[in-house]
């Protein structure tokens, strides 16, 4: 007898449809899609039992749509599918994170994600706060260790992994002289996106050594600690 590919699917990502509180919202689990490598929210939506099963079967995430009462695979008409990468179940089993590439804009109306504002939205940016951001480094670091576990085909990490520290850094260091002469040249926004990719590279350069950007915020918190006691 063949395996059924679902069940196949089910046992390499780790969820498991029986394990899931079904019953709590009718049946259907709210499903947030995250992009796989950036961690960008991409949409919100609903999934039921087939529909879960068809996502691990097929690796293209699949919704049940309430408006339309059936399976919808994203992107069956556009072409802009989502291609499953992972899925994780929240603490309570009742809600379900996926993490899927996109192939092309996720929203309908042309934007990358669905949470993105119109262009004629408020000109006036709401304040950032600092923790979610530094929230989103832990996250960050979670999925490179990720990345250097599961070395998916396709990912630009996967890549730097397999090209070996040297390479990595080397990247780092590129990243650090374009960094430098971003800060001289007095373009936030240039200097913003090089400390990105900085930070991202040498996040990679850690897990590459078998460290992780954890220990060297440990390393900060202990230096703090240190020259606030003396």
């Given at each position: ?46 999934m039921d039992r087939d529909a879960l099963q068809a996502t691990l079967s097929r690796r293209l995430v699949t919704f049940y749509s309430r408006s339309k009462q059936r399976l919808w695979t994203k992107g069956e008409t556009s072409g802009h ?46 304040p950032r706060t600092l923790e979610p951001d530094i929230g989103f480094l832990a996250q960050l670091d979670e999925l490179v260790a990720r990345r250097e576990r599961e070395r998916p085909q396709g990912s630009y990490t996967t890549k730097l ?70």
């Open positions: 007898m063949s395996e059924d590919p679902g069940a196949a699917a089910v046992g390499r990502i780790g969820v498991f449809p029986e394990a899931l509180d079904w019953d709590k919202s009718g049946g259907l689990l709210p499903v947030v899609v995250q992009d796989a490598d950036n961690l960008r929210v991409l949409m919100l939506g609903y599918v989502l291609e499953l990468v992972d899925i994780q179940a929240d603490c309570d089993a009742d809600a379900l994170l996926v993490l899927a590439r996109p192939h092309g804009p996720t929203c309908h109306l042309q934007r990358p994600s669905c949470f993105e504002a119109a262009p004629h939205a408020a000109a006036v940016p709401p992994f397999e090209a070996g520290v040297r390479r990595i850094a080397q990247k780092v260091g590129e990243e650090g002289v374009e960094t430098a002469l971003a800060g001289v040249a007095q373009n936030d926004e240039q200097l913003l996106g090089e400390v990105a990719d900085l930070v991202y590279h040498t996040t990679v350069l850690l897990h590459a050594r078998r460290l992780s950007l954890a220990d060297a915020v440990a390393v900060l918190e202990e230096r703090h600690a240190q020259r606030a006691g003396g």
